[in-house]
């Protein structure tokens, strides 16, 4: 069975369909004379904007595109490019804005219409724009619905402008980095911010088609109006509205080994869904005679129509990482795992429990979808406790391969164990200690960490 499994797993596909990621990239230029001495080739962006008065120069001939943006030469273009008059007697009065000053009427009439605010009676016009504020004032200009659907592993729903960066994202007018970051509190530049309005005007400048680089993860997950769960065998789409369900796999979909009990579809099983696609991590080889699952596998599929697009994760099998494969997440185009530095043998404990202060060495790993070869990222100790298999009867393992200890949101991993709670960023790799509870269980919120101690007392940490 060893070398049917080994010959199985060598064969396995790696997930090549993922989207491709946004890129915040100039078009072709012009034809004509670039207007600005500093650009060597103005942009498609540029140009057009400069083409319809929107944009213009200093009094030296440069355009300066690298310099980042201010309020107040954001608010001057977006009056001209909505067509929005001065106001004649504006009567607000700003602290840091004289009536006197050649801004004042533009930021007088942005501020009333709503679209670039000031704040405790600062307007602050020669402030550099961030991202996140770009992202705000193209939304309300143009009139752009808040959106909820988080696009990036940076920008939480605790961040003021989540709402505001998916939006601009979902309409396709501003990108992430490769890192599946969004950089909100980086300064935007003039040129930056010319792409950005040129998309806003005109569809034919926009992006192609948004990517979401955060997953959703749980028993039941949801997204665009649909829920996604298994029940039993059948891993099935539900419209949240008219209540039809739909059977998008069977177990019966997958072809059988001989001589090897597989389960892909089982209640209770967790799922991840990002982008339309549906990763389920499932047991690969179970005991016929204990039922207790001693391999493991993720598969993935079309959240459209199952059965016909499955593939198969392709695992190290130099290493055997499919014996002991753990909390298994998705994060932009790159997946993270663990697995047991000394793998645990479970023939004799069928429940797999363990008392809540044993803890027990896993290794995260790391793996992009262009290589077989996962990059090993850092040990640690967590408390060995499993998820629950909640719903199924068919089984005398109660539990998926999850630990309670281990959780992922988008950017970071929480574990816990004796010494406290931690937490490690997947986008510069330190850890910090978040607190020295002693707990048994952990639960994710968007912007907190849900603590159980041994003593079962309810803590809460901040993100």
Request: charged share 25%.
């Amino acid at each position: 069975m060893k070398k049917l499994l080994t010959s199985l797993l060598t064969i396995l596909l790696m997930f090549s369909l993922l989207p491709t990621a946004q890129a915040e990239t100039e078009y072709p230029p012009y034809n004509e004379p670039v207007p600005f001495k500093d650009l060597r080739g103005a942009s498609w962006d540029i140009m057009f904007l400069y083409k319809k008065g929107i944009i213009g120069g200093y009094p030296d001939g440069t355009f300066r595109p690298n310099e980042p943006i201010t309020r107040a030469q954001v608010s001057a273009m977006l009056l001209r490019a909505l067509d929005i008059p001065l106001q004649e007697n504006p009567t607000v009065t700003f602290k840091d804005v004289s009536k006197n000053s050649t801004h004042y009427r533009a930021l007088a009439t942005i501020n009333d219409k709503g679209i670039l605010r000031g704040e405790n009676g600062y307007m602050r016009p020669a402030e550099q724009t961030t991202r996140a504020q770009m992202a705000a004032v193209l939304r309300r200009a143009f009139d752009l619905p808040l959106e909820q659907k988080p696009m990036f592993v940076d920008v939480s729903p605790a961040n003021w402008a989540f709402a505001d960066i998916n939006s601009v994202a979902l309409n396709r007018i501003a990108g992430g980095y490769q890192d599946g970051t969004f950089k909100p509190g980086n300064p935007v530049t003039r040129s930056q911010f010319s792409s950005f309005l040129a998309r806003a005007i005109d569809d034919k400048m926009k992006l192609p088609e948004p990517f979401s680089y955060v997953s959703q993860k749980g028993i039941v997950v949801e997204e665009d109006g649909f829920q996604y769960t298994i029940k039993g065998e059948k891993l099935v789409k539900i419209n949240k509205k008219t209540k039809e369900e739909t059977v998008l796999l069977t177990e019966q979909d997958f072809p059988t080994q001989d001589g090897l009990f597989e389960v892909h579809l089982e209640t209770g099983f967790p799922i991840i869904l990002q982008n339309n696609i549906i990763y389920v991590p499932y047991w690969a080889a179970v005991s016929q005679g204990t039922s207790i699952p001693y391999r493991y596998g993720v598969f993935r599929t079309s959240a459209q129509g199952g059965k016909h697009g499955v593939k198969f994760w392709g695992l190290d099998v130099d290493t055997d990482h499919a014996a002991s494969l753990r909390n298994f997440s998705v994060h932009g185009h790159d997946y993270y795992y663990t697995v047991e530095k000394k793998q645990r043998v479970f023939d004799y404990n069928p429940t797999f429990d363990d008392a809540v202060n044993v803890d027990q060495t896993l290794i995260l790993y790391h793996q992009s979808p262009d290589t077989l070869k996962p990059k090993k990222v850092m040990e640690f100790d967590a408390r060995v406790i499993f998820e629950p298999l909640e719903g199924s009867t068919r089984f005398s393992t109660n539990v998926t391969q999850n630990n309670k200890s281990v959780k992922f949101d988008a950017s970071t991993m929480f574990y816990f164990n004796k010494k406290g709670v931690f937490s490690y960023s997947l986008l510069d790799g330190k850890t910090k200690k978040r607190s020295s509870i002693q707990a048994k269980d952990m639960k994710m919120t968007d912007t907190t960490v849900e603590i159980t101690d041994v003593n079962g007392k309810k803590h809460s940490l901040k993100k």
